[in-house]
């Protein structure tokens, strides 16, 4: 069957329906990573659960490593969109909102990249930089949340202890969701960063 060539119609709807199909691709691979792993995870399968032909997944991310480093980077995008709009009334909320990003389906799906990483070496430089990058901005976004001033000793530690341990709560979570015990870990680092950071 051959192909079939025309002009592109002009821009407007069919960017919108690209846009869209782009999204929904970077959603499922998301999806994808987080319920059944890397080893799963196949441009194939994310293609059927979007609803798209591999082909089309094809056009927008040539390779598989393409989809997944992107498809983890659009939600980390979107939840440092989250975070930034986040007004919160102190920083008992802020703790709490910092430990949210860790136990959702965007840290499982990003950890599952982290060991696919440690064994493929064409994913592993995407990811190392990815970390890199989205570890930075999650940083400055606490520093800035919590009203910290990381020019007094020991708050730049201070802020990235906490996120150390938000992290370390969303590995615990992956094997069982023990959120009555993470609340009561969540108060008293709140209570510990409010000492250490003074009043902001």
Known sequence: MGV?????????????RSRVTRQRLLQAAVDCLAEVGW?????????ERAGVSRGAAQHHFPTREDLFTAAVEYVAEERSGALRELAPRDRSEVVAALVDLY???????????????????????????????????????????????ESVTGVRETVQGLLDMARGLGLANLLTDDEARRRRVVAQWAELVDRALGHG
């Open 103 to 149: 136990t959702g389906p965007l840290f499982r799906a990003a950890l599952q990249l982290w060991v696919a990483a440690s064994d493929e070496e064409q994913l592993r430089p995407r990811v190392t930089e990815l970390e890199a990058r989205v570890g930075r901005e999650t940083h400055r976004m606490a520093v800035r949340l919590l009203g910290a001033d």
């Open 39 to 47: 080893a799963g995870s196949t441009v194939s399968v994310v293609a």
């Open 4 to 16: 079939v060539t025309s002009s592109p119609p002009p821009s407007g709807p069919k960017q919108d």
